[in-house]
């Protein structure tokens, strides 16, 4: 069967290190370019499909479960053509072929798809159990080598992109239980994942694909590697502080789009304080089984008991509780040759009036508006569902 969220025809959205600080100066060129240079990632990731789409893609599937290969395929070309940045369609004809054992075929499409977008593309190559019966045949191969080489390309340049967490849709919203007789356990639905925003090519890329549970992150030092955290439930206690559970730390190399083995914190967590440090990052938990202070190394290994973190990574850290992660510091990026911006968290008015957690990007050195100077007023990440520097609040 095709993977649960590709039957339901939901796009899994394409695809959001940040340059050392540079001083306030005038410019008169737009910034960033007012022309975006060329490169990976999509314009606006976070958009639904075209309903024309989805309706083209709902009715492919149909097909498809009927065994009607050819009549399927052309209701996913469909799809595609009604809406190019919808690449649900694009693993569908991967896996119609694969099911025909037209396996060149069904490679040329995965590779297809793997060259716009390795995250979350290669995930679901690899678990989509359409595609099971490719693994073992020789063409296999070639879809190894196309994931590396798309792994290197997707992770160039990330070092002058701004990192951030933004959600791909509306969150569950968590139920009162202010009534509850002991401790209730809530699955979290954040939809949340780690995105970099270039502001050379004013696009995004996604980073991570881990079923939108990621809640917190921080880049190391030298801006190759981020320690991303995910959590999986919400555990409310009338009697004491709620706390996260399935908590788990992972390390993904950026150059190389490679996440080391993940880390998990056993038990649950009240308190996550993390910050970069000279050799990766510093970790300070505090939960039911596990408390203290940690270093992790950013070329993986297990954390290992470390002193109290100096008075710079405490200013630096990222702290993440049951509600969330607070707004991060407003931080400096370059947008290329005499562009220099400032990302800091903002809001957006919804309907209800509370507004949603976004991030605006304001130039350094501010003046009043001109024909070259574009984004003398703040410019605005496309996310309408919440997006934060460091992470969300939860809901």
């Not at 995930?123 to 080489?149: N, W």
């Not at 997707?154 to 933004?166: P, Q, R, V």
């Not at 939960?287 to 940690?294: M, P």
């Amino acid at each position: 069967m095709l993977p649960a969220r590709i039957q339901r025809g939901a796009a899994i959205w394409l695809t959001a290190t940040i340059a050392v600080a540079a001083p306030a100066q005038a410019y008169d060129a737009a910034c960033p370019p007012a022309t975006p240079a060329a490169g990976p990632g999509s314009v606006d990731p976070f958009r639904a499909p075209a309903p024309e789409a989805t309706s083209f893609n709902a009715a492919a599937l149909t097909l498809y479960r009927q065994g009607h290969w050819d009549e399927a395929r052309a209701k996913y070309r469909a799809a595609e053509q009604a809406d190019a940045d919808f690449l649900a369609p694009a693993l569908n004809v991967a896996c119609s072929f694969v099911r025909q054992e037209r396996f060149g075929e069904a490679t040329t499409e995965v590779i297809r798809l793997l060259d716009r977008a390795y995250v979350p593309w290669a995930r679901e190559v690899l678990t989509a159990a359409d595609l099971g019966a490719l693994k073992v045949q020789p063409q296999m191969a070639d879809v190894k080598r196309a994931m590396a080489e798309d792994a290197r390309r997707w992770g160039t340049g990330l070092e002058n992109d701004l990192l951030f967490i933004a959600r791909l849709r509306e969150p569950l919203k968590l139920p009162p239980t202010a009534d509850a007789d002991g401790p209730v356990v809530l699955v979290l639905g954040l939809h949340q994942e780690v995105f970099a925003w270039s502001p050379a090519t004013d696009r995004y890329r996604q980073l991570t694909a881990e079923d939108g549970h990621v809640v917190a992150k921080v880049s190391s030092p030298d801006r190759r590697h981020l320690m991303y955290v995910t959590a999986e439930k919400l555990v409310r206690n009338p009697k004491g502080p709620a706390t996260l559970r399935g908590v788990v730390l992972h390390v993904l190399m950026l150059p190389l789009m490679t996440v080391g083995k993940p880390i998990p914190i056993a038990g649950d967590v009240s308190r996550l304080a993390i910050a970069p440090s000279p050799a990766g990052f510093s970790v300070e938990i505090a939960g039911d089984r596990i408390n203290g202070t940690f270093a992790q190394a950013s070329d993986g290994g297990p954390l290992v008991p470390m002193r109290a973190p100096d008075e710079r990574q405490r200013k630096e850290r990222v702290v993440l509780t049951a509600a969330g992660v607070a707004a991060g510091a407003p931080r400096a990026l370059t947008g290329g040759e005499g562009c220099y911006l400032t990302a800091r968290p903002s809001r957006n008015t919804d309907r209800s009036g509370q507004g949603i957690a976004t991030i605006e990007l304001v130039p350094a050195g501010k003046r009043a508006p001109s024909a070259t100077n574009a984004l003398a007023a703040p410019k605005t990440l496309r996310t309408r569902f919440g997006a934060g520097l460091d992470g969300l609040s939860i809901p």
